[in-house]
């Protein structure tokens, strides 16, 4: 499957008019839509490539398993990655670091067991398309992080108790975009002395988005909050 980019001009092109406008230009996979190009209606998804034929770029298609070579990765379909309620091990470990584009599909983790990103390891979470989602209706972390993890776009989604993200100690979670949405559970959970950056993004709880132990640390710059108790329960 190939991401839904335009790929007619040219990435070294593109990133010089972006620089004369002042606008920024990711040369890696961030991948998410910009509503200003740089004459002012084009709309540019940054930045082009395609997983399977990019010059700069050597991708990967990923179903799921456990990364341990540091690298770009993509999903080639939905995938549903386990369906044992009686196991709670974390079904795909992240000890290398990796881009993760979600390429408009979604991996479900149903039952037990999420992403868990290892310490000092930074993991980079993008969707070229529309609808790419990390989701599980009762693994209660979907993504355990205990080194650094970047959302820039896609969706990380819990049903019933399952919380989206799950910050450690020594995690730091940096989110610039994209859903967070944790239903019944809070989406962002900053446990013990963990830090988590929040730039953009829409994070939505039935109670209050985001929660943050007394010692840990959250800032907040921009964003989208819903949940009855406010944007943040410390």
Request: charged residues 20%.
């Amino acid at each position: 499957s190939v991401a839904p980019h335009t790929h007619t001009f040219d990435r070294e092109v593109v990133a010089q008019e972006y620089q004369k406008s002042g606008l920024e230009f990711y040369k890696s996979c961030y991948c998410g839509k910009s509503s200003q190009g740089y004459e002012g209606e084009t709309t540019f998804i940054l930045p082009p490539h395609q997983h399977t034929d990019d010059q700069n770029i050597q991708w990967q298609a990923w179903h799921g398993e456990d990364i341990t070579a540091e690298g770009y990765y993509y999903l080639e379909y939905d995938v549903v990655v386990r369906e044992d309620f009686e196991s709670h091990d974390y079904e795909t470990i992240v000890s290398a670091n990796a881009t993760i584009c979600l390429n408009g599909f979604i991996i479900d983790f149903r039952r037990q067991g999420g992403i868990q990103i290892s310490e000092g390891v930074e993991v980079t979470i993008c969707d070229c398309g529309a609808e790419g989602s990390i989701y599980s209706d009762y693994c209660y972390e979907i993504i355990l992080n205990a080194g650094t993890v970047n959302l820039r776009s896609g969706m990380v989604q819990g049903h019933g108790h399952s919380c989206p993200i799950v910050n450690q100690e020594t995690g730091t979670v940096n989110i610039y975009g994209g859903t967070v949405h944790g239903f019944d559970a809070v989406a962002v959970e900053n446990r013990a002395a963990g830090t988590v950056n929040i730039f953009d993004g829409t994070f939505q709880s039935e109670w209050s988005p985001i929660e943050n132990n007394s010692t840990g640390t959250v800032n907040i710059s921009g964003g989208t909050f819903y949940g009855e108790w406010g944007a943040v329960e410390n």
